[in-house]
């Protein structure tokens, strides 16, 4: 169901209301009564969780042993966090399987 964004012409109150497609948009603020207007929005992001939907899960092994070593020559482990520690949540020290 389709969440839209309406703001009153009287008071300048902005609210959201999930409709039906195809209800009628609303037309009285639920603060002060006057008319509404339905704002034009930019809709909703997506949200993926889990692997195989970040561009780092897909990289070559050639890649990733090249920034391994690029962070190597830096002095640091992990080249997001820059520890000198090794650092597991890195996705760069992933190993691919």
Same mark, same amino acid.
């Given at each position: 169901?389709?969440?839209?964004?309406?703001?009153?012409?009287?008071?300048?109150?902005?609210?959201?209301?999930?409709?039906?497609?195809?209800?009628?948009? *609303?037309?009285?603020?639920?603060?002060?009564?006057?008319?509404?207007?339905? *704002?034009?929005?930019?809709?909703?992001?997506?949200?993926?969780?889990?692997?195989?939907?970040?561009?780092?899960?897909?990289?070559?092994?050639?890649?990733?042993?090249?920034?391994?070593?690029?962070?190597?020559?830096?002095?640091?482990?992990?080249?997001?966090?820059?520890?000198?520690?090794?650092?597991?949540?890195?996705?760069?020290?992933?190993?691919?399987?």
């Amino acid at each position: 169901m389709p969440t839209y964004e309406y703001e009153c012409k009287k008071c300048a109150h902005k609210f959201e209301a999930a409709q039906n497609i195809t209800e009628q948009p *609303l037309k009285k603020c639920p603060e002060c009564g006057g008319p509404v207007q339905r *704002l034009i929005s930019a809709g909703v992001g997506f949200i993926f969780k889990g692997s195989g939907f970040y561009a780092t899960d897909y990289r070559s092994a050639e890649y990733k042993d090249r920034q391994k070593q690029e962070a190597k020559d830096n002095g640091s482990s992990c080249p997001v966090s820059g520890s000198t520690q090794t650092c597991k949540k890195c996705p760069a020290n992933k190993e691919v399987k």
